[in-house]
């Protein structure tokens, strides 16, 4: 089950890293998740570490999971700690986010740490 769901999840990372670059109402500048190019860059990234350790499978793969979350929730804080300053923030001076990619941040984070922690296979 956490490979099916990093195989999907990788997938869908993949796309909206891709997506990102093309002008849409959905995610990229000026999309209702607003992502610059370091911020597609990263989902392009994280979609396929997701797809690699979907390959692998076992254990490395839950603990995949548990980092990723980790890592995603503290995007998410550190993204909540600067929104007050405007509708778009720097994220650790890496990423640009806005208030809806924080809130999808948390989501990831809570998906892929339950997929880490749970005793499924």
Do not use: W
């Not at 891709?18 to 370091?38: K, R, S, T, Y």
């Not at 995949?64 to 650790?92: R, T």
């Amino acid at each position: 089950m956490v490979r099916k769901f990093l195989y999907v999840a990788g997938g869908v990372l993949l796309l909206i890293g891709i997506l990102g670059f093309f002008q849409n109402p959905i995610v990229g500048e000026g999309g209702l998740f607003h992502a610059d190019v370091a911020h597609n860059i990263v989902h392009i990234l994280t979609g396929l570490l997701s797809l690699i350790f979907a390959g692998i499978g076992g254990n490395a793969a839950k603990n995949f999971c548990k980092v990723f979350g980790i890592v995603y929730l503290l995007v998410a804080i550190f993204g909540f700690l600067g929104a007050g300053e405007s509708e778009v923030v720097s994220v650790l001076n890496i990423i640009e986010a806005n208030m809806a990619d924080h809130i999808l941040h948390v989501v990831i984070a809570l998906v892929y740490l339950g997929f880490g922690i749970c005793k499924c296979k």
